[in-house]
């Protein structure tokens, strides 16, 4: 059943660099087998022992099984947009899914990744959410998915010739912030230089979060470079409550109070995340009240037409009214960007490939322990228009 074991296998990018050297030496090899096992890894993107020529031929295999096991397997892909969108639906150790997506654009790649197998939060809108939470991704298993986006690129397997990952956000299945510790471990593990990491630069890093307002203090006490997206969907609590439920415990203006310290700490810009859905959020009175909430903020608010869940009687703004909503906050100033739809054909919104692949294979899946108010596809309630 999947989730029944807690921790996935013990992974080269679980440490740091002197754990490695002691994990190495713990295995009867030299200390300096780590860092060498580190450079493929970061640097030269592979784990498969045949290629580290470097290391001992009788020792290489059990090195590499040790501390590079496969923590994740492709199930399914889907591309789009000539190639230069993929969805992989990942299979972990204990059999559950995750989903990631490489997105080439000119001029960058930016990655899209899963921090937990699930959601707990369940926002009714969200595939991922109607699905419930089953557990949290080690700080490998987030890692990998980079690793193996960089690997294609590398090989050449995107349009556009051989490249490199440049961004990574935090918008895959899951709640970064309920999966703390390991999304800082991984944070570390993607922005270290190369080759104790990736080298990603941390300003090329975007966490998101529905408002966990102690995590979002926790973070800003921290003081780490990477950018704070707050995922809002609506101005009012009323409305909030409903779309995002955990508003119901850390209100709006808390959760706003929170992400401008972080903007003070940090001196980072917040994105802030509005799913545009007809009838439900995007009424000109919504944005005049969203415009009066950021003005003269640090804030950069991200317009999203809503991707249609199964589990969710609801369908994205026409593209006039985002626009009309998106002139109310630019007349107050406030900066705004209509997100790119990539992906639509692909079910690229997070969990929704999952979704499909259980819906094919007729898995039901059953609540996890500790699980909090899962919604099923299918029994989520329809949105409140006002």
Not at 38 to 44: K, M
Not at 83 to 104: I, N, P, Q
Not at 232 to 259: I, Q, T
Not at 264 to 291: C, F, H, K
């Amino acid at each position: 059943m999947p989730g029944t074991r807690t921790r996935p296998p013990r992974h080269l990018a679980d440490l740091d660099p002197p754990a490695r050297r002691v994990a190495a030496a713990e295995l009867g090899g030299e200390p300096f087998r780590g860092d060498q096992l580190a450079r493929h890894y970061f640097a030269r993107l592979t784990d498969d022992p045949d290629e580290m020529t470097d290391l001992p031929a009788a020792s290489r295999a059990g090195l590499a099984a040790a501390l590079l096991p496969r923590l994740l397997t492709a199930e399914r892909e889907q591309s789009c947009d000539r190639g230069m969108t993929r969805k992989t639906l990942w299979r972990t150790f204990d059999g559950a899914y995750v989903e990631s997506v490489l997105m080439r654009y000119p001029g960058r790649v930016t990655m899209c990744v899963s921090s937990q197998a699930g959601c707990g939060m369940a926002c009714p809108f969200c595939a991922t959410g109607q699905a419930g939470l089953t557990r949290n991704l080690s700080a490998a298993e987030i890692v990998a998915q980079v690793v193996a986006g960089a690997r294609a690129l590398a090989r050449g397997e995107v349009p556009g010739g051989p490249g490199r990952v440049s961004n990574v956000v935090f918008m895959g299945m899951g709640e970064p912030l309920a999966n703390y510790p390991q999304v800082m471990t991984a944070l570390r593990r993607l922005t270290d230089p190369v080759p104790d990491g990736l080298g990603i630069s941390q300003r090329s890093v975007t966490v998101s979060t529905v408002g966990l307002v102690p995590a979002i203090r926790r973070l800003t006490a921290q003081r780490p470079g990477v950018t704070l997206a707050v995922s809002l969907h609506a101005p009012d609590d009323g409305l909030r409550d409903e779309l995002v439920p955990v508003n119901k415990r850390w209100k709006v203006a808390e959760v706003l109070g929170a992400a401008w310290d972080y903007a003070a700490a940090t001196g980072r810009r917040v994105s802030v995340e509005y799913a545009m859905i007809a009838g439900v959020n995007d009424q000109p009175w919504r944005a005049e009240a969203l415009a009066s909430l950021l003005a003269g903020r640090l804030a950069h608010v991200n317009l999203i037409p809503l991707n249609p869940t199964p589990g969710w009687p609801a369908r994205p703004s026409p593209r006039r009214r985002i626009e009309a909503f998106a002139s109310v906050l630019r007349d107050s100033n406030v900066n705004v960007t209509i997100r790119d739809t990539r992906g639509r054909t692909i079910d690229a919104a997070c969990g929704q490939l999952r979704l499909e692949h259980d819906r094919a294979n007729g898995a039901k899946r059953m609540p996890q322990d500790g699980e909090r108010n899962p919604l099923r596809a299918g029994q989520a309630p329809a949105p409140t228009v006002r």
